[in-house]
């Protein structure tokens, strides 16, 4: 059965489940979750996840779980942007 999330607690929208898209840091480093069931507020976008699925994507971290694939990030300084 779906979770049922409470109303947002940045600005008390309506929380829908979906799957969504999450990063991850940790450890200064970067990890790209796909297919996170979530809920999302309606109003204000805010993710939430359960304690559940959280200790799912910590666990898959620190267990080094083979990855779906691998992607390159550029990484900016905001002030060299700027100059651009
Ligand atoms: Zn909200």
Known sequence: M????????????E???KQIRHTYHWDS??????DVPAGVCVQCNE????AET?????????NK???RHTMR???YGY??????
């Open 2 to 13: 779906a979770h049922v999330f409470a109303a947002c607690s940045m600005c008390g929208g």
């Open 15 to 17: 929380v829908v489940p």
């Open 29 to 34: 480093r970067l990890f790209v979750f796909e």
């Open 47 to 50: 993710a939430y996840f359960t």
């Open 54 to 62: 959280v200790k799912t994507m910590e666990k898959t971290v620190l």
């Open 65 to 67: 779980i083979r990855p």
């Open 73 to 75: 990030v550029p990484v």
């Open 79 to 84: 002030a060299e942007t700027a100059m651009a």
